[in-house]
């Protein structure tokens, strides 16, 4: 469709206008809310004033958070003045390693908080940072990004934004009465794949996009061996007893920008999901662990594969799947399909209608690996060219958490909106909880909440900036 017949479908389309029953569409604890209908403080394309200094805290510096640490220790105008875990070795340890990046300067006074579970509500209240990034386990990722923003900070928030719609909704109006960025770490946008089919999209290089398919397919299983700390300890009692897809958002990010959702030309609508049998972690558990170990006592219920597909306003599809317990490859899928070609990962590939220039005579076959030289050389995106090799040096999943950050900082410097704005992460969270709903309800179509109440239409796309 090109923008006119776009118009005029989103028009015509009980589906899109907020009329269409929000109320009757949406809970209670979100129509009943006092801010629900005032989007006067809309943060689709919202900029913070400037800072010159960006002063920041984090909460939880495990696995995760110890690398964004670090990293964000060693970007210019960044200085690192809290750090909260209930670890007082690893507070210490993220402490020591960015007094070092900062060489006994920048980062010289950052006050350290451990032992308990509010210490990072006092880390708040005494040093009032800028912004604050929250890499905890699932369940505390909503409570400390609302307190954070209620404290005056912008809060960076792990994947996912939240678990429940409910938590969404509070996340979205706490945001728009403060005034403070709320951003979900989707690291998969700033990947350099991710980034050039962006780039390719926008130049309309596969025509107008029909479908897309995201996943998520990582083999995690050893992950239960964390017993005590880490990721593990934590996240298989959620695979236990939950049933949907409970880690959408790296496939889905990307897919959902090329597509523009929530962004001016199309929004997401509806949802249906199911779930294999759950026998992997059951079997793995009863294969490495003594019969009375407490990974043997969980009744697993989360399937061992999730498949999703969605529905969006315009009526296109995307395709997400989860599996983090089946012996197979890393994948996240990462394809969008145009009336003009398909561009895939896992690995990269590329077919167009006619050819790739150079490479194939025509769409029946895939340019892929060094064939694609002309290709990256023709759209690499402009951030890539300009950010990519430092990227890569600092490292991170291959360079695109340093990115991530680094626009993150460069952003609240300059006063510029964010890649990613509060209603894109609350609606790619939003695909677990509904998930479990319609595995539930036997695969019943569940229908996606407008978090931007219709202002989604008049929300400019994410701009390829050069």
Known sequence: MNKFDRRSFIKKTSLSGVALGLGSMLPSYATNNPFFEDVSKYMGGFAAPKLNKVRIALIGVGARGSGHATQLATIEGTEIVAISDLYEDWANRSADKCKAIGKGSRHKNIAVYHGGEDKWRTMLDQVKPDAVFISTNWKNHAPMAIESMKKGAHAFVEVPMALTLEEMWDIVFTSEQTQKHCMMLENVNYGRDELLYLNMCRQGVIGDILHGEASYIHELRFQMEEQERGTGSWRTPHYAKRNGNLYPTHGLGPVAQYMNLARGEDNFNSLVSFSTPALGRKA????????????????????????????????????????????????????????????????????????????????????????????????????????????????????????????????????????????????????TPLSERSVEQGGAPQAFPDFTRGKWKTTEPLAILK
């Open 284 to 431: 793995y558990a009863k294969k490495n662990y003594a019969e009375d170990h407490k990974w043997n006592k969980l009744d697993y219920k989360g399937g061992d594969m999730n498949t999703s597909i969605i529905k969006t306003t315009l009526g296109r599809t995307i395709m997400v799947q989860w599996d983090e317990t089946s012996p197979r490859p890393y994948s996240r899928h990462n394809l969008v399909q145009g009336t003009k070609g398909t561009l895939a990962g896992f690995p990269t590939r590329v077919a167009l209608e006619g050819g790739v220039e150079g490479v194939t005579k025509d769409h029946h076959r895939w340019a892929q690996g060094e064939q694609l030289e002309k290709i990256y050389e023709k759209y690499e995106h402009p951030l890539y060219k300009r950010v990519g090799a430092l990227a890569r040096k600092m490292g991170g999943h291959g360079g695109m958490d340093f990115m991530m950050l680094f626009r993150i900082v460069e952003c609240l410097r300059n006063g510029e909106p964010l890649d990613q704005n509060v209603y894109e992460g609350c609606h790619w969270s939003a695909v």
